[in-house]
């Protein structure tokens, strides 16, 4: 069995994978092993896949985000939260001599100095106002995690809005491409990767999709403190969104497996963000990739297992050694990530088809004598 340790140095010494030109010290695109495609499987959708064989340890994706949020409890206090410069992005301890917003938007919008808040202007702009007008209130009224989900939906459109600045308006159907060194045409990126990624309100339950518009028409309406554009329901189309593809950030790897004897858990997540490419990665309990972000909060892909030609590269999206029997990981991506989990490991572990119909049995109400 795998020791902690031998996974962590599985992350740590992957760098000689990478050639000299392609250094991914301050990349500013994503970097994708040749190897790694797209394709799309009937039951899960899109997803990842090799076209020829990959050993364990190899460096298959480093992705940038599209946005990404701190998610600190006390960001004055705290040492983890990251620079807002999405071109650094990099952890600002509280004993560096951080930089904050001149308007006093909110405590958690910190850059590691004055250079990276002249630079992040543009997309930073987009977000002030209303940061400053709502962070408090939506806070103390819905909570962190609703307050998390809303300011990350403003920091995509404020990566989209820098995005349409700087493309000609002829190309912003197409969107950027990635880099010649990239897969040049089967991976979609920036607004467009985001546009394309999966997630309905047929997911939510009635009471989901009423709470949902309401904190829509409040608080992300097209305005002018948030110029965006885009109708409510597609705002609420861009949540579901959210929350079928963003990314928890951990300071340690997820998706150890099998599960090391002595267990590191990943530790605090300190950030969530949007990967257009790395959010193609489908989940399974048994994953073939191990995931954990950089120092610059690029998420970064290693396979953890020699994997096979066409076979599909998947990585966990919770902590494994948290939910170890069938029923609480099923129950764990149904509840948060509202999907019913098909990978090879849950669908081996299923007990026949009659036991499960004895057990719906036990629960399901019969059918009214009125019926008959
Ligand atoms: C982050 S996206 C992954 C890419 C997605 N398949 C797509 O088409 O864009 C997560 C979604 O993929 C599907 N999915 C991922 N892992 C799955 C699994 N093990 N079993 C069934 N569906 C899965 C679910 O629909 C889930 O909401």
New binding site residues.
Partial sequence: MQSPIATERLLATTDHLIRPDQNLSDRQQPWIHPRLIQS??P?????LRVSQPVKKGELLLVDLPYALIPVVDHPDQSDDVRCSNPACHRRVARTVERVSCLNRCSADVVWCNSSCRDADNLRHEFECTWLKKYANSIRSKWGEYDFGMLWLIVRILASRDVEFRNTPSSDKTSGSKTGSDSKPSSFETGWNAIR????SQD?WTHSQVRHWTMLVKKYLRNSQSLPHGLTSSEVLDLICQEE??SFGLYPRETGAFPLPELAVDRGEQFAAGVYPTA???????SPNIIHKPDDQSRMVFVASKDIATGEEC?IS?FDLSKKVELKDRRDH?QGS???????DR?VSEEPPEGDSLEEELQWDEFPSMDAF
């Fill in positions: 799309v499987d039951i899960k959708g899109r997803q394309s990624f999966c997630g997911s079928a593809n959010a193609l990665a489908n989940h399974s309990c998947c999206y991506l990530f509202r999907f019913v989990c098909k990978c849950c």
